[in-house]
């Protein structure tokens, strides 16, 4: 499959687009939030998010929330079919314009410890390794770890 640039729409998340991130999040096979919790977030807990098309089909999210110094990436998602083409740069990078901004100086996650092709991604953004999360994960499997990853922007 092959993304032009010119056929991407890049958009800030809205109460309009919450489906479609439950969308995103439920074919990434990501934890899917609930409507409600969603909204809260983007109404009164600092939530900011992204959503990036290609014509009419949503191919990629990134949803964080704002705390008093630092950024927290809760969300992060590219369809399976869509992935490897650069395109979950675009949205790290549409989240670091929002970090520089609004003057953060961390920006912070959780992954599993697992996730191979994610560590490596983030660590690709500049992110690194701050502790192993014991048990943080609860899954099918039984509890996994969790990873936190950091970068410090000046």
Same mark, same amino acid.
């Given at each position: 499959?092959?993304?032009k640039k010119e056929d991407l729409k890049l958009v800030t998340l809205g109460f309009n687009k919450i489906s479609s991130v439950q969308k995103?999040?439920?074919?990434?096979?990501?934890?899917?939030?609930?409507?409600?919790?969603?909204?809260?977030?983007?109404?009164?807990?600092?939530?900011?998010?992204?959503?990036?098309?290609?014509?009419?089909t949503v191919i990629g999210y990134i949803l964080a929330r704002s705390l008093q110094s630092e950024l927290e990436i809760l969300s992060f998602? /590219? +369809? #399976?079919? !869509?992935?490897?083409?650069?395109? $979950?740069?675009?949205?790290?990078?549409?989240?670091? &314009? *929002?970090?520089?901004?609004?003057?953060?100086?961390?920006?912070?996650?959780?992954?599993?410890?697992?996730?191979?092709?994610?560590?490596?991604?983030?660590?690709?953004?500049?992110?690194?390794?701050?502790? /192993? +999360? #014991?048990? !943080?994960?609860?899954?099918?499997? $039984?509890?996994?770890?969790?990873?936190?990853?950091? &970068? *410090?922007?000046?």
């Open positions: 499959m092959v993304c995103l999040q439920k074919s990434c096979e990501d934890k899917v939030w609930e409507k409600e919790s969603l909204i809260h977030l983007l109404k009164e807990g600092g939530g900011i998010g992204f959503i990036l098309s290609e014509g009419f998602g /590219v +369809l #399976s079919s !869509y992935r490897r083409m650069g395109l $979950g740069s675009i949205l790290f990078k549409e989240i670091e &314009k *929002f970090i520089i901004i609004n003057k953060k100086s961390q920006l912070i996650l959780e992954v599993n410890n697992h996730n191979d092709k994610a560590k490596n991604f983030y660590k690709s953004m500049g992110l690194e390794e701050i502790k /192993v +999360l #014991s048990g !943080y994960y609860k899954t099918d499997n $039984g509890p996994e770890d969790g990873l936190l990853m950091s &970068k *410090f922007y000046f």
